[in-house]
């Protein structure tokens, strides 16, 4: 089945700085790779997904981009904000395995 | 908020007790998911249903039984559970099962196993 890979666990970042977080997996039929925020005590939301027909997406402050020759995909945050502090996930949804497989989660706080 | 409902939010069993996780959704979705959340790893799928249909069971232990009477209501019945079963226990939809589509999460329900 599909393997993936998040780095780092943990991360820590001034106000300001960017962020950026990275996941690797193993099935090279992999099409699409979603990006999900966990709050403390809150549920996971989708922040950003990329399809695998497409090297890089962004939405403001967060973009996506993703390297299929090498197999791994990144989520950059820039500026940060406190209120980025959260758990982040990677996913990646396999056809082969026909599910959605997420990362083990980084988490990341903005220090003021 | 996001239309997905999860009831109760908090639960403490003993290893001999019956109990039942809810989850309910007004997305008008057709695919619902129940996910397990353990500390420091990642969500793990235990169930997928698609269109009242159960598609994926991932090899869960027979102590947790699922039920989807239909696309807006999706039960988990837990029964003789183990202290490691201790988890956050997430429910999830979507429009379809396709897996390349947006999940919208319920805001869990924290299991303690004692």
């Known amino acids: 089945g599909e393997n993936v890979e998040q780095h780092p666990s943990t991360l820590s970042v001034q106000e300001g700085d960017s962020a950026v977080i990275k996941c690797t997996y193993s099935?090279?039929?992999?099409?699409?790779f979603p990006w999900y925020k966990q709050e403390l005590g809150k549920r996971p939301q989708l922040i950003i997904d990329?399809?695998?027909?497409?090297g890089e997406k962004k939405d403001q402050r967060i973009a996506v981009t993703l390297n299929k020759t090498a197999k791994h995909f990144s989520l950059h945050i820039t500026e940060t904000q406190p209120e980025d502090s959260a758990v982040y996930f990677c996913?990646?949804?396999?056809?082969?395995?026909?599910?959605?497989?997420f990362g083990s989660g980084t988490q990341l706080t903005v220090l003021p | 908020e996001t239309g997905v409902t999860q009831t109760p939010r908090h639960l403490v069993m003993g290893m001999t007790n019956k109990k039942s996780l809810k989850c309910e959704q007004h997305l008008g979705h057709n695919a619902m998911y129940w996910y397990k959340q353990s500390a420091k790893k990642p969500l793990e799928l235990m169930f997928v249903?698609?269109?009242?249909?159960?598609?994926e069971n991932n090899s869960v232990p027979s102590r947790f039984s699922p039920e989807c009477p239909n696309s807006s209501h999706l039960f988990l019945h837990l029964h003789t559970l183990q202290p490691e079963d201790s988890a956050l226990y997430l429910c999830?939809?979507?429009?379809?099962?396709?897996?390349?589509?947006?999940?919208?999460f319920g805001s869990g329900t924290q299991l303690s196993v004692l």
């Open positions: 996913a990646v949804f396999s056809g082969s395995a026909r599910q959605l497989t």
């Open positions: 990329i399809r695998s027909n497409v």
């Open positions: 249903y698609n269109f009242k249909e159960q598609t």
């Open positions: 999830a939809s979507s429009q379809e099962y396709r897996g390349s589509e947006k999940l919208f």
């Open positions: 099935d090279s039929a992999s099409n699409y």
